[in-house]
Every structure is written in C-alpha cells, then in structure tokens.
C-alpha cells in the first residue's frame, strides 16, 4: 500500500519562501512519475511540476517556471517542492501525486494512481 504523507505548508508574505516534503512509504523511487499538484476551490487540480524518477527529468507549469524547484531524494524516499517568490496566486492546497506508469501528460491528475492528504500553502500580499 502506497502512502504519501505532505509536510512543510504554511502562511508567508509575498516574496517569501516554503519547501513542501513529501514522504513515500511503500513506493519505490526510480520507477516512474511523482509531481504537485495545487487546488483552489473552484478551480481544477493544476499540476505544478512534476519529476521523472527514473532519469530526474523535470517539468514545471509555466506560471512557476523560475521559482519552483522539484527534487527528489530517493535515499529518504521524499520529494520536494522548494517555492520561492511566492505570490498570493500560488495560494492553493498542494498535493503530492505518484504512480508507477509512464505519465505521457505528467500534469494531467488522471495520470497518476497515489496522492497525499494535501498541505495548504497561504500566501498574503
């Protein structure tokens, strides 16, 4: 059973920085896709950015292109999402996603089979 657990969500001012963790218990890295996703009511899930654990590609929405990081750490079994210059647009419940088949679209939601319980991130301007 595949379990994904969200950390490091919080309230910061326009311009600040936050870096999301996401645990993986039962799913090996190096086997495919893992990616964020954000949600704000009202609005489809938006996939952020998104990893190719096999190789470390990665592939970001271009609203965040430049202040975004995705990074894995496969020794700890986590991933990451280091945001800086954050803008009240980033405001959003972050998701962690995983799956271990090839994501043709890795920001579509359907692409993936595991996700995390959301961390909310707030950002004031």
């Known amino acids: 059973q595949v379990q994904l657990v969200e950390s490091g969500g919080g309230s910061v001012q326009a311009g600040g920085s936050l870096r999301l963790s996401c645990a993986a218990f039962?799913?090996?890295?190096?086997?495919?896709?893992m990616g964020w996703f954000r949600h704000t009511p009202g609005k489809e899930r938006e996939g952020v950015a998104g990893?190719?654990?096999?190789?470390?590609?990665?592939y970001y929405t271009d609203s965040v292109k430049g202040r975004f990081t995705i990074s894995q750490d496969n020794a700890k079994n986590t991933l990451y999402l280091q945001m800086n210059s954050l803008k009240p647009e980033d405001t959003a419940m972050y998701y962690c996603?995983?799956?271990?088949?090839?994501?043709?679209?890795?920001?579509?939601?359907?692409?993936?089979?595991?996700w995390g319980q959301g961390t909310q991130v707030t950002v004031s301007s």
């Open positions: 996603a995983a799956t271990n088949r090839y994501a043709s679209r890795w920001y579509v939601p359907a692409e993936y089979d595991y």
């Open positions: 039962g799913y090996t890295y190096g086997t495919a896709w």
């Open positions: 990893i190719y654990t096999v190789d470390g590609s990665t």
